[in-house]
T-cell receptor, first 112, second 115 residues
Framework: GQQVMQIPQYQHVQEGEDFTTYCNSS?????IQWYKQRPGGHPVFLIQ?????EVKKQKRLTFQFGEAKKNSSLHITATQTTDVGTYFC????????????FGDGTTLTVKP | NAGVTQTPKFRVLKTGQSMTLLCAQD?????MYWYRQDPGMGLRLIHY???????AKGEVPDGYNVSRLKKQNFLLGLESAAPSQTSVYFC??????????????FGDGTRLSIL
């Protein structure tokens, strides 16, 4: 079945440093979504990428979808303590209508 | 606007007991999902539903049953709870999307411990 892998599993940074998490799929994806989960909270939708090579930005966050639509990345510039949490990617394969496979997430901690 | 509401928020069960987790959404979403989240393992899909009266198995369906009698509700049942089912359970819902998935809206989760 479809597998979605995320690396790294954990990332500890000093406030102000950049952060990147990578998401890789074993199969071509029709779209990929990114979610953020704060400690003790629930996942919250951040963004969706659909087109090959697509790049989207949300303030300090940059999301990319690979040309082959099998990988994606989330980059945070100049991290802040409010960025703490676990970031998940979720990919949909082909015609699996309504169903996405979540990666295991990257947990970011930021030291002030 | 309540969004997705899960009840209960916490529960402790003994091995072999049964219980039902309730998920209710007020956004008129077609799709609903049940996930479990264990430390370091992300979100694993248990069952999902693409509409009222329909359900389908996800990645880890064994030991669970679901029902979607009304569009706004999605119930997750544990017939005979086992310690391996200790987890945080999240319900989510989304609109239908013809070409791509729509964003999932999650509830606050149910923290379930089985002794």
């Amino acid at each position: 079945g479809q597998q979605v892998m995320q690396i790294p599993q954990y990332q500890h940074v000093q406030e102000g440093e950049d952060f990147t998490t990578y998401c890789n799929s074993s199969t071509t994806l029709s779209n990929i979504q990114w979610y953020k989960q704060r400690p003790g909270g629930h996942p919250v939708f951040l963004i969706q990428l659909v087109k090959s090579g697509e790049v989207k930005k949300q303030k300090r966050l940059t999301f990319q979808f690979g040309e082959a639509k099998k990988n994606s990345s989330l980059h945070i510039t100049a991290t802040q303590t409010t960025d703490v949490g676990t970031y998940f990617c979720a990919g949909r394969q082909g015609t699996n209508a309504g169903k996405s496979t979540f990666g295991d997430g990257t947990t970011l901690t930021v030291k002030p | 606007n309540a969004g997705v509401t899960q009840t209960p928020k916490f529960r402790v069960l003994k091995t072999g007991q049964s219980m039902t987790l309730l998920c209710a959404q007020d956004m008129n979403h077609e799709y609903m999902y049940w996930y479990r989240q264990d430390p370091g393992m992300g979100l694993r899909l248990i069952h999902y539903s693409v509409g009222e009266g329909t359900t389908a198995k996800g990645e880890v369906p064994d030991g669970y049953n679901v029902s979607r009698l009304k569009k706004q509700n999605f119930l997750l049942g544990l017939e005979s709870a086992a310690p391996s089912q200790t987890s945080v359970y999240f319900c989510a819902s989304s609109y239908w999307g013809a070409r791509s998935n729509q964003p999932q809206h999650f509830g606050d989760g149910t923290r379930l411990s089985i002794l």
